[in-house]
Protein backbone atom coordinates (compact mmCIF):
# COMPACT_ATOMS: atom_id res chain seq x y z
CA UNK A 1 0.00 0.00 0.00
CA UNK A 2 1.11 3.55 -1.38
CA UNK A 3 1.80 5.68 1.93
CA UNK A 4 1.81 9.55 1.95
CA UNK A 5 4.85 11.32 -0.24
CA UNK A 6 8.12 11.83 1.94
CA UNK A 7 10.10 14.88 2.82
CA UNK A 8 13.82 15.20 3.35
CA UNK A 9 12.73 15.74 7.40
CA UNK A 10 11.94 11.79 6.68
CA UNK A 11 15.15 11.03 5.53
CA UNK A 12 17.59 10.98 8.67
CA UNK A 13 15.43 8.27 10.50
CA UNK A 14 14.77 6.40 7.32
CA UNK A 15 18.49 6.16 6.43
CA UNK A 16 18.99 5.44 9.99
CA UNK A 17 16.43 2.78 9.80
CA UNK A 18 18.00 1.08 6.87
CA UNK A 19 21.38 1.18 7.86
CA UNK A 20 22.93 -2.12 7.87
CA UNK A 21 19.90 -3.74 6.38
CA UNK A 22 20.12 -6.28 2.77
CA UNK A 23 19.34 -4.43 -0.23
CA UNK A 24 16.42 -6.45 -1.23
CA UNK A 25 14.54 -4.68 2.21
CA UNK A 26 15.12 -1.94 1.21
CA UNK A 27 14.15 -2.09 -2.44
CA UNK A 28 10.61 -3.92 -1.20
CA UNK A 29 10.13 -1.51 1.44
CA UNK A 30 10.49 1.32 -1.53
CA UNK A 31 8.25 -0.47 -3.67
CA UNK A 32 5.62 -0.33 -0.98
CA UNK A 33 6.41 2.94 -0.16
CA UNK A 34 6.34 5.11 -3.65
CA UNK A 35 4.70 2.35 -6.06
CA UNK A 36 4.96 3.34 -9.93
CA UNK A 37 6.81 7.13 -8.55
CA UNK A 38 10.10 5.67 -8.56
CA UNK A 39 12.72 5.35 -11.23
CA UNK A 40 15.93 3.06 -11.49
CA UNK A 41 18.50 4.86 -13.54
CA UNK A 42 21.02 2.73 -15.61
CA UNK A 43 24.62 3.49 -16.05
CA UNK A 44 25.26 -0.35 -17.19
CA UNK A 45 28.50 -0.57 -14.93
CA UNK A 46 28.31 -3.62 -12.24
CA UNK A 47 25.94 -1.75 -10.06
CA UNK A 48 23.61 -1.52 -12.05
CA UNK A 49 23.73 -5.32 -13.13
CA UNK A 50 23.40 -6.23 -9.44
CA UNK A 51 20.46 -3.81 -8.97
CA UNK A 52 18.65 -5.32 -11.71
CA UNK A 53 19.33 -8.61 -10.24
CA UNK A 54 18.20 -7.87 -6.77
CA UNK A 55 14.69 -6.11 -8.43
CA UNK A 56 14.27 -9.46 -10.41
CA UNK A 57 13.67 -10.73 -6.93
CA UNK A 58 11.57 -8.36 -5.07
CA UNK A 59 8.06 -7.09 -5.51
CA UNK A 60 9.38 -3.64 -6.93
CA UNK A 61 9.01 -2.62 -10.23
CA UNK A 62 10.69 0.53 -10.88
CA UNK A 63 10.78 2.83 -14.06
CA UNK A 64 13.89 1.80 -15.68
CA UNK A 65 15.47 4.89 -17.69
CA UNK A 66 19.45 4.90 -19.53
CA UNK A 67 20.63 8.01 -20.21
CA UNK A 68 22.04 7.84 -23.67
CA UNK A 69 24.61 10.39 -24.10
CA UNK A 70 25.51 9.14 -27.44
CA UNK A 71 29.24 8.51 -26.45
CA UNK A 72 28.57 5.62 -24.37
CA UNK A 73 31.10 2.65 -24.66
CA UNK A 74 29.94 -0.31 -27.19
CA UNK A 75 30.46 -2.59 -23.98
CA UNK A 76 27.62 -0.70 -22.16
CA UNK A 77 25.13 -1.05 -25.12
CA UNK A 78 26.08 -4.80 -24.64
CA UNK A 79 25.60 -4.71 -21.21
CA UNK A 80 21.87 -3.21 -21.66
CA UNK A 81 20.84 -6.03 -24.29
CA UNK A 82 22.11 -8.96 -21.89
CA UNK A 83 20.51 -7.58 -19.28
CA UNK A 84 17.39 -6.92 -20.91
CA UNK A 85 17.05 -10.73 -22.40
CA UNK A 86 18.28 -12.07 -19.08
CA UNK A 87 15.71 -10.49 -17.10
CA UNK A 88 12.84 -9.25 -19.46
CA UNK A 89 13.16 -5.76 -18.32
CA UNK A 90 12.02 -2.82 -20.36
CA UNK A 91 14.30 0.29 -20.39
CA UNK A 92 13.15 3.61 -21.60
CA UNK A 93 15.75 5.76 -23.19
CA UNK A 94 16.47 9.32 -22.63
CA UNK A 95 18.39 10.98 -25.19
CA UNK A 96 20.00 14.70 -24.83
CA UNK A 97 18.19 17.89 -26.15
CA UNK A 98 20.63 17.89 -29.02
CA UNK A 99 22.65 15.50 -30.75
CA UNK A 100 26.86 15.59 -30.86
CA UNK A 101 26.45 17.36 -34.83
CA UNK A 102 24.02 19.94 -33.03
CA UNK A 103 25.80 20.57 -29.91
CA UNK A 104 28.82 21.09 -31.46
CA UNK A 105 26.98 23.45 -33.75
CA UNK A 106 26.16 25.21 -30.58
CA UNK A 107 28.65 24.68 -28.22
CA UNK A 108 32.00 24.14 -30.53
CA UNK A 109 33.16 20.60 -31.27
CA UNK A 110 34.17 18.18 -28.52
CA UNK A 111 32.87 20.33 -25.45
CA UNK A 112 33.90 17.36 -23.40
CA UNK A 113 37.98 18.28 -23.95
CA UNK A 114 36.54 21.80 -23.23
CA UNK A 115 34.18 22.11 -20.76
CA UNK A 116 33.37 18.99 -19.28
CA UNK A 117 30.98 20.28 -16.63
CA UNK A 118 28.99 21.86 -19.76
CA UNK A 119 29.06 18.46 -21.42
CA UNK A 120 27.90 16.69 -18.50
CA UNK A 121 24.86 18.64 -18.22
CA UNK A 122 23.94 19.25 -21.80
CA UNK A 123 24.15 15.44 -22.23
CA UNK A 124 23.57 13.68 -18.53
CA UNK A 125 22.06 16.28 -16.06
CA UNK A 126 19.56 17.97 -18.15
CA UNK A 127 18.05 14.49 -19.29
CA UNK A 128 18.03 13.55 -15.63
CA UNK A 129 15.89 16.61 -14.71
CA UNK A 130 13.54 15.11 -17.66
CA UNK A 131 13.67 11.13 -16.68
CA UNK A 132 12.81 12.02 -12.52
CA UNK A 133 9.68 14.52 -13.37
CA UNK A 134 6.87 13.18 -12.03
CA UNK A 135 8.50 10.57 -9.68
CA UNK A 136 9.03 10.63 -5.68
CA UNK A 137 11.75 8.10 -5.48
CA UNK A 138 15.51 7.68 -7.72
CA UNK A 139 17.15 3.99 -6.68
CA UNK A 140 21.19 4.82 -7.89
CA UNK A 141 24.45 2.35 -7.01
CA UNK A 142 26.09 4.80 -5.48
CA UNK A 143 28.70 2.65 -2.86
CA UNK A 144 30.68 4.77 -0.67
CA UNK A 145 34.22 2.78 -1.61
CA UNK A 146 33.69 4.26 -4.55
CA UNK A 147 35.71 7.67 -4.13
CA UNK A 148 36.10 10.12 -1.45
CA UNK A 149 33.00 12.12 -2.05
CA UNK A 150 31.24 9.48 -1.57
CA UNK A 151 32.42 8.17 1.85
CA UNK A 152 29.79 9.64 3.56
CA UNK A 153 26.67 8.15 1.27
CA UNK A 154 23.92 6.80 3.04
CA UNK A 155 21.25 4.40 2.31
CA UNK A 156 18.70 6.70 2.02
CA UNK A 157 19.26 10.62 1.02
CA UNK A 158 17.13 13.56 0.17
CA UNK A 159 17.99 14.96 -3.73
CA UNK A 160 17.76 19.06 -3.15
CA UNK A 161 18.11 19.01 -7.00
CA UNK A 162 15.09 17.16 -7.59
CA UNK A 163 13.03 17.09 -4.86
CA UNK A 164 13.11 13.47 -4.49
CA UNK A 165 14.52 10.77 -2.30
CA UNK A 166 17.81 8.73 -3.06
CA UNK A 167 17.52 4.96 -2.88
CA UNK A 168 20.82 3.94 -2.50
CA UNK A 169 20.68 -0.25 -1.49
CA UNK A 170 24.64 -1.21 -2.45
CA UNK A 171 25.78 1.95 -0.35
CA UNK A 172 27.72 -0.26 1.82
CA UNK A 173 28.66 -2.98 -0.70
CA UNK A 174 32.30 -2.95 -1.29
CA UNK A 175 33.89 -4.20 -4.87
CA UNK A 176 34.03 -7.71 -3.10
CA UNK A 177 30.29 -7.76 -2.71
CA UNK A 178 29.50 -6.39 -5.97
CA UNK A 179 31.94 -9.01 -7.13
CA UNK A 180 30.43 -11.69 -5.42
CA UNK A 181 26.84 -11.37 -6.21
CA UNK A 182 27.68 -11.21 -9.78
CA UNK A 183 29.39 -14.49 -9.95
CA UNK A 184 27.03 -15.91 -7.48
CA UNK A 185 24.34 -15.51 -9.38
CA UNK A 186 26.11 -15.33 -12.89
CA UNK A 187 24.62 -11.84 -13.74
CA UNK A 188 25.46 -10.16 -16.86
CA UNK A 189 28.11 -7.02 -16.68
CA UNK A 190 30.15 -5.11 -18.19
CA UNK A 191 33.22 -6.15 -20.18
CA UNK A 192 35.17 -3.29 -19.94
CA UNK A 193 35.02 -3.93 -15.77
CA UNK A 194 37.87 -6.49 -16.66
CA UNK A 195 39.76 -4.24 -18.68
CA UNK A 196 40.84 -2.04 -15.43
CA UNK A 197 37.79 0.28 -15.70
CA UNK A 198 36.40 0.06 -12.27
CA UNK A 199 33.96 2.87 -13.61
CA UNK A 200 32.80 3.87 -16.80
CA UNK A 201 31.02 6.69 -18.11
CA UNK A 202 31.54 8.11 -21.57
CA UNK A 203 34.46 7.22 -24.25
CA UNK A 204 36.34 10.14 -24.52
CA UNK A 205 36.18 10.97 -20.50
CA UNK A 206 36.75 7.60 -19.28
CA UNK A 207 40.30 5.32 -18.84
CA UNK A 208 41.54 2.61 -17.19
CA UNK A 209 43.31 3.05 -13.80
CA UNK A 210 46.53 2.60 -12.43
CA UNK A 211 47.30 0.00 -9.53
CA UNK A 212 46.83 1.86 -6.33
CA UNK A 213 44.82 5.02 -7.79
CA UNK A 214 40.99 5.83 -6.84
CA UNK A 215 38.60 3.94 -8.58
CA UNK A 216 37.15 7.30 -10.15
CA UNK A 217 40.60 8.27 -11.72
CA UNK A 218 40.03 7.01 -14.57
CA UNK A 219 37.09 10.04 -15.05
CA UNK A 220 37.94 13.04 -16.28
CA UNK A 221 41.79 12.30 -15.69
CA UNK A 222 43.66 15.19 -16.02
CA UNK A 223 40.80 17.58 -14.17
CA UNK A 224 39.59 18.31 -11.01
CA UNK A 225 36.18 16.85 -12.22
CA UNK A 226 35.20 14.24 -10.16
CA UNK A 227 31.45 13.50 -11.07
CA UNK A 228 29.13 14.28 -13.67
CA UNK A 229 26.49 16.11 -12.05
CA UNK A 230 23.94 13.62 -11.65
CA UNK A 231 24.54 13.54 -8.02
CA UNK A 232 25.50 16.98 -7.13
CA UNK A 233 23.33 19.86 -6.95
CA UNK A 234 25.55 21.89 -8.92
CA UNK A 235 24.23 22.75 -12.93
CA UNK A 236 25.63 25.39 -15.86
Keep these: MITRTLGPDDVPALAARFEGEAPDELLRWAGEQFGERIVLTCSWQRTTSVLVDILSRVPTTPRVVEIDTGLLFDES ?21 MDLAEQAAAEGPELWSRDAVRCCFLRKVEPLQRALGGMDAWVTGIRRDQSVSRANARPIEWDPAHGVIKIQPLVAFSDADVE ?3 REHDVPYNALHDQGYPSIGCVPCT ?6 EDARSGRWSGSTKTECGLHTTSVR
Design 180 to 182: AHL
Design 207 to 212: RPVLPG
Design 77 to 97: HATRRALIARYGIEVETIMPG
